[in-house]
């Protein structure tokens, strides 16, 4: 990766940035804390990438809810492997999950490829979980960070437009690019907190319309507060 681009709007050296990355990574610590890695993991590795799976385009309330009612009807990994695939895609449709037939389907087909091919277990790399039905970078970096507890940075909708407004990656790239720069800048004993505390600050403070920079405790680090990145410059991704 070139560590000085012409696609970044305002210019910075590289040096700068990763200094500027690691204060910023350690400001939303302290407003978004949590007290020990239980807190940041939502659940065992099977749990969350299944919830993984529904969460793709949907709200948290909704994933929260549809996860609920599915692993409360179908408690294992054995009894999903085994449903009818129109049942868990019916489940979904009532609980609001919208893309519910591929959503279904790939639960149905994930579960029996663990069983059939991984002995049970969900594997714990990201080059064998993208080979999962419906199981990009995104949701394999989820798995591995918050199913695993091992040090990953998923990029979601939320981490994809705070760190462009951030100036820690370029405004137009993609979201695997965004992980590569976010990777280069900030010390992997960090990578973990990024994808929660920047989830957390998308939802109060960062966020996708009407952000509040004029209360945002990352203003002064902040080339969007400074008029330095727009959003019409921003790829969503």
């Keep these: 990766m070139a560590k000085s681009s012409p696609s970044f709007t305002f210019h910075e050296s590289w040096e700068e940035k990763r200094e500027r990355a690691v204060k910023i990574v350690r400001k939303l610590m302290e407003m978004y804390p949590r007290r020990s890695m239980g807190e940041i993991l939502q659940g065992d590795p099977y749990f969350t990438l299944i919830r993984c799976i529904i969460s793709q385009r949907t709200k948290d309330e909704t994933t929260d809810r549809a996860s609920e009612v599915l692993f409360?009807?179908?408690?294992?990994?054995e009894s999903l492997a085994n449903a009818r695939v129109e049942e868990i895609q019916r489940l979904l449709k009532e609980?609001?999950?919208?893309?519910?037939k591929t959503k279904g389907r790939w639960i149905v087909e994930t579960s029996r490829i663990l069983l059939e091919q991984y002995d049970g277990k969900v594997p714990d790399t990201l080059e064998e979980l993208?080979?999962?039905?419906g199981i990009g970078r995104k949701c394999a970096n989820i798995v591995l960070a918050y199913g695993f507890g091992y040090q990953a940075i998923p990029v979601d909708t939320h981490v994809n437009r705070i760190s462009k407004r951030l100036g820690l990656a370029p405004p137009r790239v993609p979201p695997e690019k965004v992980e590569e720069y976010l990777s280069e800048l900030i010390p992997e004993n960090l990578w973990i907190y990024v994808n929660h505390a920047m989830v957390d600050h998308g939802k109060r403070i960062c966020r996708p319309i009407g952000p509040k920079c004029e209360m945002c405790p990352l203003r002064e680090l902040c080339p969007y507060a400074k008029g330095l990145v727009r959003d019409e410059e921003i790829r969503r991704g």
Excluded at 72 to 77: A, G
Excluded at 95 to 100: A, D, S
Excluded at 130 to 133: E, S
């Design 130 to 133: 993208v080979k999962l039905p």
């Design 95 to 100: 609980n609001g999950v919208g893309l519910w």
């Design 72 to 77: 409360r009807r179908y408690p294992t990994m």
